[in-house]
T-cell receptor, first 110, second 111 residues
């Protein structure tokens, strides 16, 4: 059973607000990822980390930022939310090849 | 440039029949391939994987086939069940183990 948790599951927020999406894993995995999935189904990598103090941008450009101060924690922050940020955000972690996903955060910016 | 492609956005199959989901890749450095299943409003869950040193891996009703020369893999589900209805993602990894996902195929299994 994978132990990776995302909060909140659903979030509706007004334009201009700052938000942080939480992601925690208890498996001790070094690698963590954030993916964005729009209703068109494709999963796009927006951020990843190889370990503490390591963060990289993914294939899809994103206005969000991430931090990795602790192994188990990989939060994603939007300084000023906009309607174009409305999407599902999926966090994942891996030790080697198989990635385990959290349940996702469905973000709606109104 | 999409390195992993799933050319069929959707597939409809009758219960009890075989479902075949296809995936093509372009990067010859990929050496490990995975299939994930995703229900709406949930995160993807790992289904089955295959290393590039093999051409087939079987787990119950699920079998993954890899054709390295064609850079093609497929997932076979037999017999298909209504509970298999979901979006299936193909993923590949190489050096650094970063996963690259395909665009997904929505499978609908009709009772």
């Amino acid at each position: 059973e994978a132990d990776i948790y995302q909060t909140p599951r659903y979030l509706v927020i007004g334009t201009g607000k700052k938000i942080t999406l939480e992601c925690s894993q208890t498996m001790g995995h070094d690698k963590m990822y954030w993916y964005q999935q729009d209703p068109g189904m494709e999963l796009h990598l927006i951020h990843y980390s190889y370990g503490v103090n390591s963060t990289e941008k993914g294939d899809l450009s994103s206005e969000s930022t991430v931090s990795r101060i602790r192994t188990e924690h990989f939060p994603l922050t939007l300084e000023s939310a906009r309607p174009s940020h409305t999407s599902q955000y999926l966090c994942a972690s891996s030790a080697n090849t198989e990635a385990f996903f959290g349940q996702g955060t469905r973000l709606t910016v109104v | 440039d999409q390195q992993v492609k799933q050319n069929s956005p959707s597939l409809s199959v009758q219960e009890g029949r075989i479902s075949i989901l296809n995936c093509d890749y372009t990067n010859s450095m990929f050496d490990y391939f995975l299939w994930y299943k995703k229900y709406p409003a949930e995160g993807p869950t790992f289904l089955i994987s295959i290393s590039s040193i093999k051409d087939k891996n079987e787990d119950g009703r699920f079998t993954v086939f890899l054709n390295k020369s064609a850079k093609h893999l497929s997932l076979h589900i037999v017999p298909s069940q209504p509970g298999d209805s979901a979006v299936y993602f193909c993923a590949a990894s190489g050096a650094g183990n970063m996963l690259t996902f395909g665009g997904g195929t929505r499978l609908m299994v009709k009772p």
